[in-house]
């Protein structure tokens, strides 16, 4: 009777709060749960506004990542998602170059970037593809781009993007060089009438005075109508005046351009530039406008 009394009077006391404490530990639970499903959504909201932001405007470097199930049904069980990185833009035209892995999980990719897979000289196939810019919206569309993202400096997740590339020294005398580098510049500073404006100003005399980048950069404008009308003559002008001092961008971006101008012929194009002594190799690149 005495242990049974203290039992009834220890549950009298000390019940009621156990029962408060266990509700309100289910109460913190299911708000930690809650935050927690909130934040994933958010993280998940945010990705996709960043994944629009870059398929909108792609630059180089930037890494694509695809839902391979929705573009081919020619696959193996384990090969789902694979990415891509763009190497060039010019114009309306993307160009892309594909890792030669699948993998089977969505955080297998982003494990491999983690551990620097991406910086190994064979991570991407050689193989370009020049895509237009509305045919990669519409992967994003359906889907099969369900993720992109921007490196910053070159590296994603801590880790290069691709090898570490050796920059030839350049000699500060170098003519054009100093009028390049001001009108890119001016042309990275928010976008304004009178920056495109001087940045144009610059790139022209930088290609007057014959250096390739500027010369490049110059045709670039012409071929997104910054500061001028769009003019695809010029564009291949300039790319052609950079090509023929061995400049293998403009070489590429030659190649592009020429495919949207009738009156343009890629084989006089090589023939021209060896002639002149340029030692073209440019790899394989299957190129459509298909939109």
């Known amino acids: 009777m005495y242990l049974y009394g203290t039992v009834k009077k220890f549950s009298a006391q000390w019940l009621p709060h156990v029962v408060l404490n266990y509700k309100l530990s289910s109460l913190f639970l299911l708000c930690v749960f809650i935050g927690f499903g909130f934040t994933k959504f958010n993280q998940h909201d945010l990705e996709q506004r960043q994944t629009l932001a870059i398929v909108t405007n792609p630059k180089v470097n930037d890494i694509l990542f695809f839902d391979e199930r929705l573009l081919s049904d020619d696959l193996r069980p384990y090969e789902k998602y694979r990415i891509a990185k763009v190497v060039d833009v010019t114009?309306?035209?993307?160009?892309?170059?594909?890792?030669?892995?699948?993998?089977?999980?969505?955080?297998?990719?982003?494990?491999?970037?983690?551990?620097?897979?991406?910086?190994?000289?064979?991570?991407?196939?050689?193989?370009?593809?020049?895509?237009?810019?509305d045919a990669i919206k519409n992967m994003l569309d359906m889907q099969a781009i369900y993720l992109a993202q921007r490196?910053?400096?070159?590296?994603?997740?801590?880790?290069?993007?691709?090898?570490?590339?050796?920059?030839?020294?350049?000699?500060?005398?170098?003519?054009?060089?100093?009028?390049?580098?001001?009108?890119?510049?001016?042309?990275?500073?928010?976008?304004?009438?009178?920056?495109?404006k001087t940045a144009f100003e610059f790139f022209q005399k930088s290609s007057e005075l014959g250096y390739a980048k500027g010369q490049i950069n110059l045709a670039e404008m012409y071929v997104n109508g910054w500061h001028v009308d769009k003019d695809f003559v010029q564009a291949l002008y300039w790319f052609k005046q950079a090509s023929l001092q061995s400049n293998k961008?403009?070489?590429?971006?030659?190649?592009?351009?020429?495919?949207?101008?009738?009156?343009?012929?890629?084989?006089?194009?090589?023939?021209?530039?060896?002639?002149?002594?340029?030692?073209?190799?440019?790899?394989?690149?299957?190129?459509?406008?298909?939109?």
Do not use: W
Not at 111 to 132: A, M
Not at 164 to 183: A, D, V, Y
């Open 91 to 133: 114009g309306d035209i993307i160009s892309l170059v594909y890792g030669d892995f699948f993998y089977q999980h969505k955080h297998a990719i982003l494990n491999s970037i983690q551990y620097g897979q991406l910086s190994y000289k064979d991570y991407f196939e050689p193989k370009r593809y020049d895509t237009h810019i």
């Open 151 to 196: 490196p910053v400096r070159g590296r994603l997740l801590g880790q290069l993007v691709g090898p570490e590339r050796i920059k030839p020294r350049e000699s500060h005398l170098t003519f054009g060089k100093k009028e390049n580098i001001k009108g890119e510049a001016f042309l990275q500073q928010p976008y304004s009438e009178t920056n495109i």
């Open 249 to 291: 961008p403009a070489i590429l971006k030659y190649r592009i351009i020429c495919k949207q101008v009738e009156s343009c012929n890629i084989n006089d194009f090589y023939q021209e530039l060896t002639d002149y002594g340029v030692n073209i190799k440019v790899r394989n690149i299957d190129f459509t406008l298909s939109k």
